[in-house]
């Protein structure tokens, strides 16, 4: 965790962390962050953190908008028909 907050904390990337101060190479940093992805720790630790801050009082999310447009579909995505173009339709071919 710490080399994650070193490279958060001062823009640089993994491969620069230094170890020292940090505890762990830059290697380390880069390999933990993608073992506790495939091990699916992301998550738990995002529900625990906002579940720390709702306790605390410190969410608001009173101005919060949630966006998924970032979010790719799996092969058309949830889609049972196709949508109609919103676009006019050409003109008739005449030649």
């Not at 962390?17 to 880069?30: I, L, M, Y």
């Not at 410190?58 to 058309?76: K, N, S, V, Y």
Request: charged share 20%; glycine share 12%; with cysteine.
């Amino acid at each position: 965790m710490a080399g994650i907050i070193q490279v958060l904390r001062k823009g640089v990337a993994r491969r620069d962390v230094p170890a020292s101060p940090v505890g762990c190479s830059g290697v380390t940093a880069w390999r933990g962050p993608r073992d506790w992805t495939e091990a699916g720790i992301w998550p738990r630790l995002h529900a625990a953190l906002l579940t720390e801050l709702r306790e605390a009082g410190l969410l608001e999310m009173d101005g919060a908008a949630i966006d998924g447009f970032h979010i790719g579909t799996l092969e058309g995505g949830l889609m049972s028909a196709h949508h109609r173009s919103t676009e006019a339709d050409p003109a008739p071919n005449t030649t």
